[in-house]
């Protein structure tokens, strides 16, 4: 799998995902990227970040608020193992 078929799933409507989180415990999360499904709020709708291509940031439906993860943390996407996670 690769980070654009993550994302293309993300955009498509909910996905089970799981990391690993930068302290080491592992988290998982029913995630997605569709925009029907994500609450913004004004500050968040005026947000410049800066893009950084190594994290993926998502928005957790269970908990209504966004979260990321690093691309090689990741080691399940609806049930999907990756071990290794997503390099490229």
Do not use: H
Not at 22 to 51: D, F, P
């Amino acid at each position: 799998m690769t980070k654009d078929g993550v994302k293309t799933k993300l955009q498509e409507g909910n996905v089970l995902i799981e990391f690993v989180k930068v302290g080491g415990g592992m988290r998982t999360m029913t995630a997605t990227l569709n925009s029907s499904q994500i609450v913004y709020s004004q500050s968040e709708s005026t947000n410049n970040r800066k893009t950084n291509n190594d994290i993926c940031s998502v928005w957790d439906v269970r908990e209504n608020a966004w979260k990321s993860f690093r691309w090689t943390n990741l080691r399940f996407v609806d049930e999907m193992s990756l071990p290794d996670g997503i390099s490229e």
